[in-house]
């Protein structure tokens, strides 16, 4: 039990697991198949998390203020269908673009 809750606390950083900080982590791993760099942050530094803390905003507003659920599987249904719209929708800091559409260009771009 304690080794699958510690796999499933560590999948995403090592930086709070004295034990294996110069271990790559699943999503590290991930990201350098794909070529993608992940930038982190100084703890407790708000200046530099506003971009995060505005989307989780945003996901409190516009979806899980204005839902009920009553089951685990409606969540996750309301869910599917809330990540569609919102990866669909144009947004500013993508030049106007929605993530599917700047996903699509990324993997042009890179395939080519």
């Keep these: ?15 709070l697991n ?7 982590t699943k999503f590290e791993k991930t990201l350098e198949k794909m070529n993608i760099r992940h930038k982190l942050i100084k703890p407790k530094t708000p200046r530099h ?19 009920e659920f009553k089951s685990f599987e409606e969540f996750e249904k309301k869910l599917g269908y809330w990540e ?14 929605s993530p ?9 771009k890179k395939s080519a």
Excluded at 2 to 14: R, S
């Design 1 to 15: 039990m304690i080794k699958d809750y510690k796999a499933k606390n560590f999948e995403f950083t090592n930086r």
């Design 18 to 24: 004295a034990q294996a900080t110069n271990k790559k």
């Design 49 to 67: 998390n506003g971009k995060v803390e505005r989307s989780r905003r945003k996901d409190q507003e516009r979806f899980y203020y204005k839902r």
């Design 84 to 97: 569609k719209e919102y990866n669909n929708f144009p947004m500013k800091p993508l030049r106007w673009k």
């Design 100 to 108: 599917n559409e700047q996903l699509k260009e990324y993997k042009l």
